[in-house]
């Protein structure tokens, strides 16, 4: 269902991409949102893994 919403707001994305995206959006919500007692709703995911997202293309498109 993530990756359908992530993929209707944003570009397609490879499944690397998509495993990339959900570990760093997850290292995310542990670290700045589980640890401090916050509860996290769909759209706030969804917010986070597109920042990321948008920061993976950034990085690739530099890297060429």
């Known amino acids: 269902m ?3 919403i992530l ?3 944003l570009d397609l994305m490879t499944d690397s991409e998509f495993r990339e995206v959900l570990a ?3 290292s995310d ?3 700045n949102r589980v640890d401090f ?3 996290t709703r769909l759209s706030e995911v969804v ?3 597109e920042s990321y997202i948008k920061a993976l293309q950034r ?3 530099a890297n060429r």
């Open 37 to 39: 007692g916050k509860r």
């Open 47 to 49: 917010e986070i893994a």
């Open 29 to 31: 919500i542990k670290t």
């Open 24 to 26: 760093l959006a997850t």
């Open 59 to 61: 990085g690739r498109l």
């Open 2 to 4: 993530l990756r359908k």
């Open 7 to 9: 993929e209707f707001d």
